[in-house]
Nanobody, 117 residues
Framework: QVRLVESGGGLVQAGGSLRLSCAAS????????MGWYRQAPGNQRELVAA???????NYADSVKGRFTISRDIARNTVYLQMNTLKPEDTAVYYC???????????WGQGTQVTVSS
């Protein structure tokens, strides 16, 4: 099993920045694809950014150029640096981990991000 604990959410004004952290335990993140997802009220959960075991990153079009996903393998932690935040970025942000030997992602408990206009 993989356990994920997110932190770093909060309330920020539009144009501000936040950095989310996702601390993993159980397996090393170096063998997993790690992703940040978000879910706003009434919406489906959507992928925001992901980083593969090989270090390749990809982003949703809505956050390209503003968000950066990174990882610290020694700390077994994945980060999401969010800059130039917009009110439409308001959501619960979840960390997800896809382990090569398990079906379906593991999820963290989520962290609330609220961007005020």
């Amino acid at each position: 099993q993989v356990r994920l604990v997110e932190s770093g959410g909060g309330l920020v004004q539009a144009g501000g920045s936040l950095r989310l952290s996702c601390a993993a335990s159980g397996y090393t993140i170096s063998i997993m694809t790690m992703g940040w997802y978000r879910q706003a009220p009434g919406n489906q959960r959507e992928l925001v950014a992901a980083i593969t075991s090989g270090g390749t990153t990809n982003y949703a079009d809505s956050v390209k150029g503003r968000f950066t996903i990174s990882r610290d393998i020694a700390r077994n932690t994945v980060y999401l640096q969010m800059n130039t935040l917009k009110p439409e970025d308001t959501a619960v942000y979840y960390c997800g981990a896809q382990h090569p030997s398990y079906q379906g992602p593991f999820w963290g408990q989520g962290t609330q991000v609220t961007v005020s206009s």
